[in-house]
């Protein structure tokens, strides 16, 4: 049988362990095509010559596959992709709105922190206030199915959202918050990025510190072009995804987004 892997050194350093870089070179390959449904992997001894690892390791990424439904092993035979997949690409259909209130229905919310700083640095110059404003700076975790899937942590004028507690922030979402105090959302600016998980996000997350983490950096302004909140959202790229669904006409617009590069010049 030819393989559809091609020979893949994994990255032995503090961050991803072997078998879960494995499990994630295998599962982009199965939901790509290039393993297609009901075809075999290739057998274990092989998988640790391509990957050059170990056959536990081989072993472990393979059930992982196995647990996400991906693959099946029968006994004598191998391990084989199976034939009815997991839904893996749903459709990004729903506004932004609708979709902050897909992810809050979707997840449990759990209040990490709830801070009323001092406005300073690049946060003050962002939501564009004074030095010495206060502002309502809350840490949450979200869950789903008792999965950590995000870490969020946002800054707001305490003049847009006034007084909130720790059971207000639990109950609803901190947009609803905003929109129930009479702000109108009107656009949106949003960055992403990849980070190295610090030894608190790993622990939240559940993951190796170091291990690459996405997040997305998002200030959203009101219908007065002010902004009104700063958001940061950091996700392990294992359990989570970025969708976007924007018109044919955006596509060389800011709305279907942009690459920058931070290189001196």
């Known amino acids: 049988m030819t393989s559809n892997v091609n020979s893949t050194a994994l990255k032995r350093s503090p961050g991803t362990s072997l078998h879960r870089q494995m499990f994630t070179v295998l599962r982009d390959q199965i939901v790509r095509g290039q ?115 995000m870490i969020t942590e946002a800054w707001v004028p305490e ?28 656009r949106v600016v949003q960055e992403y990025t990849a980070i190295a998980a610090s030894p608190l996000q790993a622990r939240l997350l559940q993951v190796p510190p170091g291990q690459p983490l996405m997040r997305i950096n998002r200030l959203i302004y009101d219908e007065q072009k002010r902004p009104v909140q700063y958001l940061a959202v950091v996700m392990s790229p294992e359990r989570s995804r970025i969708l976007m669904d924007f018109e044919i006409g955006a596509m060389n617009t800011l709305a279907a987004g942009t690459i920058v590069h931070d290189v001196a010049t």
């Open 159 to 186: 003049a847009y959202i006034g007084e909130v507690n720790q059971a207000d922030l639990e109950a609803q979402p901190l947009f609803e918050l905003l929109m129930q105090r009479g702000v109108r959302f009107d």
């Open 35 to 149: 393993y297609r449904s009901g075809t075999m992997l290739p057998k274990e001894e092989e998988l640790c010559a391509l990957f050059d690892v170990s056959r536990i390791t081989v072993r472990r990424a393979l059930a992982d596959l196995e647990a996400e439904g991906l693959v099946e092993k029968r006994q004598g035979k191998g391990t084989f992709v199976r034939l009815e997949l997991p839904a893996m690409r749903p459709m990004a259909t729903l506004g932004f709105i609708e979709s902050l209130r897909q992810i809050s229905g979707d997840t449990q919310v759990e209040v990490l922190s709830l801070e009323h700083p001092v406005a300073g640095g690049d946060i003050a110059q962002l939501l564009n206030v004074d030095d010495d404003s206060r502002l309502l700076h809350v840490t949450r975790l979200r869950r789903k199915a008792a999965v950590p899937v």
